[in-house]
């Protein structure tokens, strides 16, 4: 079945640092592929998306890259910062509103 | 423009009874979906309402169940709560649905079955 896997499941930077979270997919007609940013208490919240004609997207601090052929996709956070602490979920869907999301990267920036 | 919104935010129930959960779309916005949240599971689909019309559904047993009102707002219902189904269950909204644009989440309501 479809299925979205992630990793790492944690990752501690130091601030200004870069942080790289990955993702594989299995079905290969998957063409949308959004990010979302969950904070305690709050509901996930995105923060970038692609589609699957395109490469890569960058949005300030933050980038996306897919690799149709091998099917992977990445987040790029650079020069973080303490409130970029969260969890993140990558997910994945094909043109439906039915996304199949990974498993959460916990990602805490230490001052 | 005022958010997804969900409620009650919080819940407690006990085993074998049901519950309604209640979610109101961003203005203009015509799907739901709505996805269970545990430690254990991850963020899971159940299921997609655009006009009324449920367009879209999870590998959820047939306790779970939704419905949308021509007002876009949208209920989904657990009948016979088992301990399992303490969970966050979280609202999302989009102009179409398909994939075609953004999904908007809720905060979620807190669940837990006792």
């Known amino acids: 079945g479809e299925n979205v896997e992630q990793h790492p499941s944690t990752l501690s930077v130091q601030e200004g640092d870069s942080a790289v979270i990955k993702c594989t997919y299995s079905?290969?007609?998957?063409?949308?592929f959004p990010w979302y940013k969950q904070e305690l208490g709050k509901g996930p919240q995105l923060i970038i998306d692609?589609?699957?004609?395109?490469g890569e997207k960058k949005d300030q601090r933050i980038a996306v890259t897919l690799n149709k052929t091998a099917k992977h996709f990445s987040l790029h956070i650079t020069e973080t910062q303490p409130e970029d602490s969260a969890v993140y979920f990558c997910a994945a869907s094909y043109n439906t509103d039915k996304l199949i999301f990974g498993t959460g990267t916990r990602l805490q920036v230490f001052p | 423009k005022a958010g997804v919104t969900q409620t009650p935010r919080y819940l407690i129930k006990t085993r074998g009874q049901q519950v309604t959960l209640s979610c109101s779309p961003i203005s203009g916005h015509r799907s739901v979906s709505w996805y269970q949240q545990t430690p254990g599971q991850g963020l899971q689909f159940l299921f997609e309402?655009?006009?009324?019309?449920?367009?879209n559904k999870g590998n959820f047993p047939g306790r779970f169940s939704g419905r949308q009102f021509s007002n876009s707002r949208s209920e989904m219902n657990v009948s016979t709560l088992e301990l399992g189904d303490s969970a966050l269950y979280l609202c999302a909204s989009s102009l179409l649905g398909q994939g075609t644009d953004t999904q908007y989440f809720g905060p979620g309501t807190r669940l837990t079955v006792l």
């Open positions: 079905d290969s007609a998957s063409n949308y």
């Open positions: 692609i589609r699957s004609n395109v």
């Open positions: 309402y655009f006009s009324e019309t449920q367009r």
